[in-house]
């Protein structure tokens, strides 16, 4: 694909040519294979998704990412409301998804496409941490940095 058939990222570069649907497709795959595995997060997703709902929602997940960062506008959901409705989410469950959304990113990808990857994490992360706490009622100024969400490239 020529560089004027690209789209741009959010940032304004040009994606990269190894970011596409099926490297999405298997960072997604591979993400939600750790979740499901993950003590802390796999008891809120395996709580909320049956087994048989598993691959409708990667597929969702994948029409996300590839909305997100290829600009395809195969995802017209809402993805915020579902996660105000889960009491137990905390900071702890957003750092853990960071860290294996990290760990995932830096097994798949390289260079630019993990930056972009993670990019769009943190700050999906950053917004879900605010708009819980706002939800909550709590003071969603006074919420601090995760670790994970330093993590850089």
Not at 59 to 68: A, G, N, P
Not at 73 to 79: A, S
Not at 99 to 104: G, I, K, M, P, V
Request: aromatic fraction near 12%.
């Amino acid at each position: 694909m020529s560089d004027t058939l690209r789209p741009l990222t959010m940032g304004g570069q040009l994606i990269p040519v190894d970011l596409d649907e099926v490297l999405i497709r298997c960072v997604v795959y591979r993400f939600y294979d750790y979740i499901r595995a993950d003590p802390l997060l796999a008891q809120v997703f395996n709580q909320r998704i049956s087994a048989a709902e598993w691959p409708v929602h990667l597929e969702k997940m994948c029409d996300f990412w590839s909305s997100s960062l290829l600009r395809t506008d195969r995802y017209n959901g809402r993805p915020l409301p579902p996660h105000l409705n889960i009491p137990e989410l905390d900071d702890a469950h957003f750092e853990r998804w960071l860290s294996l959304f990290h760990q995932t990113v830096d097994e798949l990808c390289e260079g630019e496409t993990r930056t972009i990857f993670f990019d769009l994490a943190r700050r999906i992360a950053r917004s879900f941490r605010m708009a819980v706490a706002f939800h909550r009622g709590e003071d969603s100024l006074s919420i601090t940095p995760l670790k994970a969400d330093s993590i850089g490239f």
